[in-house]
Structures are given as C-alpha cells and as structure tokens.
C-alpha cells in the first residue's frame, strides 16, 4: 500500500536527478500496469511535460520511427529493448539527435547492453537504476560514472538513506556484505492485508524513523555506491554446497558473445539439475568455445548439467525476463 505522499516523494526525487522539465517528451513503450511504465505518466503529468504512449515493444522500427516523429527526449528503456534497438540499428537508419536521456531499471543493465545502448544514441545520458516494490525508486548511477561504476546499483536519491547492516541491525563498514536498508518517505505503508509480512519488512529504528528491511543482500564500496549480492532466496544448496545464483549469472553475462544468463536448478525424481541459460549475441556462432568458458567459472563438484542457448530469451509484456516460459524452454531442449 503506498500513500499519496509515497508517490509524491518519488516523483519529486526521480524528475530531480533526471533533471526533467516541462519541455520533455517523454516516449514509453512500457505497459501502464508495470510501475516502471505507470511512473512515466506520473511524472510527464507532474511536471507538464509530454507523454507518448507507444504499445509495440517488440517492434523497434515503430518505437524507432515514434522517437524521430515526436522528438522525444527521454526512452525509459529495459535490457530487451536495448538489444531489439541493437538488431534493428545493423540494417536501418534512423534520427535519434533529440534524445537526451535513456533510463533502465527492473534488470540490471549489463556492459555489453551499456554498449550497445552507447552505439546506438551516443549523445544521450543512460541513468541505470534500480528500485523496489516496497519504495519505488531507490537509487541510481550517475551516467558520468557509469563506466566506473557499471555493476553498481548506485547512490540513493535524494530524499533517501541507504545502509547495510548485519543480522543485529548493527550497520556495517565499507566492503562488508549484509542487509539492504532504506529509509525516507517513499518506503510503503504496508503489506495489503498482511500484516504479518508488513511488521517483517518494516520496523522502527531507535530514532522512532520507518525503515524497509529490503531482504536484499549489498554492499557499500568507499565511494557510497551500492553493489546488490542477490536475495536470501537466490542461495540454494546444489550438490552439498552453497551455489548463488547472482554471482554467477554476473560472471557469466561478462562473458564476451553473451547478452544476458539464466541459471535455476531443475529438480528431477531423485535429484536436482544445474541449468544454465545463455542468451548468446547473433554474431556468436561458436557455442563450443562459450561452453568451454562457462564450465571454467563453476567448481569441479558444482558445473551445470545442460546448457541452453538461444539469441532471444523470452519476455514478458513490460519487457522484463520471462523466466517461467525460459525454464520451460530450457527444459524441454535439453532434457
């Protein structure tokens, strides 16, 4: 449940550090029951400023075509459309001179999807962000540190406090990982109707101030940046040790002729399956070699049991990562 004043903070700090204004034209693909996309309309209405709705996320000549018609200045953006953009750019050519902002959040961008966006609106500031649920916005990287900070989750906006701490709630240095903590007035009133979970994820400091108990695992380095280390439940026990699963999806989209990587255990009768799955770039043709590298990244007792390759994961409607249908996929193929 979020309060009126809720939104309102996050509108405030978003169109703060975008430095949005009532002259943008904002063009979003996103659909409106997804936060991201329903943010895009608060804020152009907020501020004034002009929305384009465009419905074909899958079709980025259209999205291509709308951003060059209404002079948009700002692409809310997602990894998929960053690739989509990426495979439609090697055979036409378009206008992309009036936009001055590309915005990522719900996947975190990878470096070959930083490129990627690079290569194609080399002008424009890409803010990469990341958010939850329970607040909205959390933070975001500077587009001037970017390079620098690429695998950061960034600073927190304005309005906001970040922090980890230790099962305690004692916070912890630089360096040190532990929970994820924030606080400011976009954290949620609770929970609809569960106020058991809400008491879980909300709790009072000593201070009397709200603060989200995110169940997010981080990292601060000395600079204030935050790195996320995955989630409680991103740890499984696979083959009698402990296997995260972020880490190694991290490791593995570094890999050069790979977009993005799945991992998920696939529990058969009487035993459980690693399965990896790549998202490999159209150019890649040479799945030995990758193979070859992505075994070299896991322990002898821990390598994955099937590798799928594809160039296109599967999506959901707000372009985020359909990981149910990519399973089943990888399922089906290789078993």
Not at 113 to 126: A, C, G, L, R
Not at 149 to 167: F, H, T, V
């Amino acid at each position: 449940m979020l309060s009126n004043r809720n939104v309102l903070a996050a509108i405030d700090s978003i169109s703060s550090y975008l430095n949005l204004n009532a002259n943008d034209i904002i063009l979003s693909v996103l659909p409106l029951h997804f936060d991201y996309g329903l943010y895009q309309m608060l804020l152009a209405f907020n501020l004034g400023a002009t929305l384009v709705l465009e419905k074909n996320l899958l079709f980025p000549n259209v999205v291509a075509h709308h951003i060059s018609k209404y002079k948009a200045t700002v692409l809310p953006c997602v990894p998929l459309m960053a690739q989509l953009f990426h495979l439609s750019a090697q055979r036409y050519q378009f206008d992309f001179s009036s936009l001055r902002i590309v915005t990522n959040t719900g996947e975190h961008l990878s470096l070959a999807h930083i490129q990627k966006i690079k290569n194609i609106f080399p002008s424009v500031e890409i803010f990469s962000m990341y958010g939850l649920t329970e607040c909205k916005r959390c933070s975001y990287v500077p587009p001037h540190m970017l390079d620098k900070k690429y695998e950061s989750i960034g600073i927190p906006m304005s309005n906001l406090e970040m922090w980890i701490q230790d099962e305690n709630g004692n916070r912890l240095p630089a360096n040190q990982e532990g929970n994820l903590v924030i606080a400011g007035p976009t954290i949620m009133m609770g929970y609809w109707k569960n106020p058991a979970e809400t008491e879980k994820k909300i709790q009072t400091d000593i201070f009397g101030k709200r603060i989200l108990i995110s169940g997010d695992r981080a990292t601060m380095d000395e600079d204030g940046y935050f790195y996320f280390k995955g989630r409680n439940d991103f740890l499984v026990k696979y083959k009698g040790a402990k296997l995260n699963y972020f880490e190694y999806v991290k490791k593995l989209s570094a890999i050069s002729g790979i977009d993005r990587s799945y991992i998920f255990l696939n529990q058969t009768h009487d035993d459980q399956e690693l399965i990896v799955c790549v998202e490999m770039n159209v150019s890649n043709k040479n799945k030995d070699a990758l193979k070859t590298n992505i075994f070299s990244h896991f322990p002898s007792t821990q390598k994955p049991c099937h590798i799928y390759f594809t160039h296109q994961f599967p999506s959901l409607s707000n372009g985020k990562l359909d990981k149910h249908q990519l399973e089943k996929k990888a399922i089906t193929v290789c078993i």
